[in-house]
């Protein structure tokens, strides 16, 4: 009984570690400043503990110029690695909130699907491109057909796996696009 007590209060304290780290990295990130590239990567509703950090981390890397998290609820910073102190984040509650913002600001927009005939490699990537990304399990959460002005895109794959982690998936958006801007 005292070895089932002590692992509850092990992980309600570890929670309570990983809340206020969250809720400091978040006030920090306000003074976050864009990064070299006008690309945004946009989290819809993934689960917020793994990959959303791995994410940030990469999007520091690439120099993005935002993460546009929906509906996604306190994460553990800590394997971002200090990424979500540097790149800005917004926070919105659906994704019709973010698609307004980013038609605002003329983004276009690309969505992941396996079902597209369009492929990443194939694609020329505008400089203001904002790349979607949803739930690890259930994609997005909105349908396409509602928005048209979405693009889809596939990256290919040879294996027999259904898809990838969605943390590699947006890191290799994420380098197709600014190895575009290197050519």
């Known amino acids: ?6 692992a509850r209060k092990f992980r309600e304290r570890r929670r ?8 400091k990295n978040r006030r920090r990130n306000l003074l976050a400043k864009p990064g070299k590239h006008d690309f945004i990567v946009v989290l819809d509703h993934l689960k917020a503990g793994y990959n959303v950090p791995k994410i940030f981390r990469s999007a520091e890397a690439f120099g993005a110029h935002e993460v546009q998290l929906i509906d996604i609820g306190p994460f553990d910073p800590s394997p971002a690695k200090g990424a979500f ?3 800005p984040a917004r926070f919105f509650g659906n994704f019709d909130q973010s698609h307004k ?3 605002a600001r003329d983004y276009t927009l690309y969505a992941l699907s396996p079902d ?7 694609e020329i990537l505008p400089d203001r491109s904002a790349f979607i990304f949803g ?5 997005l959460s909105f349908d396409p057909a509602d928005y048209p002005d979405i693009q889809l895109l596939h990256i290919p794959q040879f294996g027999r796996v259904e898809s990838l ?3 590699i998936a947006a890191s290799i958006v994420m380098y197709e696009y600014t190895r575009q801007r290197q050519a």
Request: proline fraction near 3%; glycine fraction near 6%.
């Open 1 to 6: 009984m005292t070895e089932k007590l002590s």
């Open 16 to 23: 309570e570690q990983m809340l206020r780290a969250y809720e």
């Open 85 to 87: 102190r540097q790149v």
């Open 101 to 103: 913002d980013l038609r």
């Open 116 to 122: 597209s005939r369009h492929a990443l490699p194939g």
């Open 135 to 139: 739930h690890e399990e259930i994609g």
């Open 165 to 167: 982690n969605v943390s």
